[in-house]
């Protein structure tokens, strides 16, 4: 930490860094990523550093500077070693179908269901069925874990006991950290 308000995130030697106006972008290896800054946010490349900046004082500026470089950390994870989630596929009663079909996911007999349950694939990720696994990669943590986060949705279940019916998409895994 330099300052009270100002905080460094080292950048790796494979990471090209580009600031221009309120967006960063960040290539790497596996491609390259963009966002766009709080107002509030001011950031600067020095050597091999990003030194981020904020106007706001006390609770509020450490809160903004700790999340911006949360985000630069995992922009620049994402790009040099990837993002990966992992779900699982439960059922008891009725075999569940799940394949992918462009930028969708299909969930065929869902607890019995005659219609097809559909989630969304976010743009630049990619999604894996091997078994009862189902793989969530890219190079984007926003995108990947809202694709999960669609998956687990695509199959809630509403008006009957969770303890009884226990069918689903569960999210097991968060980027190499096992959901307990």
Known sequence: MVSKMELEVEIPEEVDVNIENDAITIHGKRGSVTKRLPFDVKIEKKDNKIIIHTGSKGRRGKAILGTTKGELKNMIKGVTEGITY?????????????????DTVIIENFLGERHPRKSKILENVKVDIKGHEVIVTGIDKEMVAQTAANLEQATRIKNLDPRVFQDGIYIIEKDGKPIV
């Open 86 to 102: 992992k779900l699982r596929i439960l059922y008891s009663h009725f075999p569940m179908n799940v394949k992918v079909q462009g």
